[in-house]
């Protein structure tokens, strides 16, 4: 066992799509106690937590919750408490692997859902996909803002929500790989659920899902828990509900994770959230015109929809013998592909605090091994 603790601390850097490269400084804080989640010490600490979260979330009148868990179980609670005890018509636009799958999760409360697919290679542009929503009738839409699996980003959430409020619908963006990288003001452009997490540009460690709710939204959770109740752990009125009596949570949250999100989302408030938006578009520019250089292939090939998040690159067939020589020659994690074309993409994340120039040398990396084997 020691010897692959050995093999693990041995990564210098995680370019992964989440969790990313944590700072020392940041890590350093999940090696504190746990004190009690209702002392006055962490409580503080949780209102604080909170107040940062809104301000990144452009949210000031609905309620932050967050669940100890993956953002997989903060989409799961937002639609367990929303499509529980009605008929909902939903509504998911796939241009990749989380579509599918948060098609998965809302298929476990209603078989009312229809899907625009768009395939992999064939993201649509800002007016395509207003076009095809505007065509559609639907209670919820769900919005996959960065789509990790092929490096797209959908960056008009304005302009969405303003066609998704027309319809007297409401839209819920999972925010997972975006917040953080991506702007979003959720009270200003409409937006009434953004899901993210504590692991990706947030840049703590992973165990903290992170749960956006407009006044609409928690109207809607509240009028859809008098016909059902969700189960208890996913049971968002609950949370909201304790966090405005008691200022924290209804169980114990992941304590020492609670240290780490504080910590990194005060570093981002101090160095500025527009600043670091910044941050990562000016990364991903300075990456992407190295891949174009090296005359390497994107799925997505236009600046304006590709991610900031994380850069996939195109290797048929060698993805998977790549990201194991970057691991074995660099000591950088990366990551194949998903689903179907695991073994034909590479994915390196670009989230955090990371050094541009450590993204450049995988890349250069990548693009040598692909030379010697073509």
Same mark, same amino acid.
């Given at each position: ?95 990749? =692997?989380?579509?599918?799958?948060? &098609?998965?999760?809302? *298929?476990?409360? #209603?078989?009312? @859902?229809? $899907?625009?697919?768009?395939? !992999? ?19 919820i839409l769900i ?95 609950? =949370?909201?509900?304790?966090?405005? &009596?008691?200022?924290? *949570?209804?169980? #114990?949250?992941? @304590?020492? $994770?609670?240290?780490?999100? !504080? ?81 034909d993409i590479v ?27 073509t």
């Amino acid at each position: 066992m020691e010897e692959l603790f050995k093999r693990i601390s041995s990564v210098r850097h995680v370019l992964l799509p989440g969790p990313i490269d944590v700072g020392e400084d940041v890590l350093a804080r999940a090696s504190i106690k746990p004190v009690s989640y209702k002392s006055r010490e962490f409580t503080e600490l949780f209102i604080e937590t909170h107040s940062m979260l809104r301000e990144i979330l452009g949210l000031y009148s609905g309620e932050v919750v967050i669940l100890t868990g993956s953002g997989a179980l903060g989409l799961d609670a937002v639609l367990a408490s929303i499509l529980c005890g009605w008929n909902a018509r939903v509504l998911i636009p796939v241009y990749g =692997y989380f579509g599918i799958f948060v &098609k998965e999760i809302v *298929s476990r409360y #209603t078989d009312n @859902i229809e $899907t625009i697919n768009y395939g !992999y290679h064939n993201p649509p542009d800002r007016d395509m996909l207003l076009k095809d929503i505007s065509e559609r009738d639907f209670d919820i839409l769900i919005l996959i803002h960065n789509e990790t699996s092929t490096g797209y980003t959908y960056r008009f959430l304005r302009d969405l929500a303003r066609v998704v409020r027309e319809k007297n619908a409401y839209l819920i963006v999972d925010g997972v790989s975006s917040v953080g990288v991506e702007e979003i003001r959720m009270d200003e452009w409409g937006v009434d659920v953004v899901v993210t997490a504590s692991q990706k540009a947030l840049g703590a460690i992973p165990g903290l899902a992170i749960v956006g709710l407009s006044e609409r939204a928690i109207e809607l959770i509240k009028k859809v828990r008098e016909r059902r109740k969700p189960p208890f752990y996913m049971d968002l009125w609950l =949370y909201i509900e304790y966090l405005r &009596k008691h200022k924290c *949570s209804i169980t #114990t949250p992941g @304590i020492n $994770t609670f240290y780490t999100l !504080y910590t990194s989302l005060k570093k981002i408030i101090d160095y500025g959230v527009k600043n670091y938006y910044r941050l990562h578009r000016d990364r991903a520019l300075s990456v992407y015109k190295r891949v174009d250089e090296h005359r390497l292939e994107t799925i997505v090939k236009n600046n304006e929809y590709r991610s900031h998040s994380v850069v996939v690159l195109e290797t048929p067939g060698k993805a998977l013998d790549i990201v194991e020589k970057v691991y074995r020659d660099l000591g950088i994690a990366i990551a194949p592909g998903l689903g179907d074309i695991a073994n034909d993409i590479v994915r390196i994340g670009i989230m955090g605090f990371i050094d541009t120039d450590i993204v450049v040398k995988v890349v250069d990396y990548i693009a040598r091994l692909l030379r010697e084997t073509t």
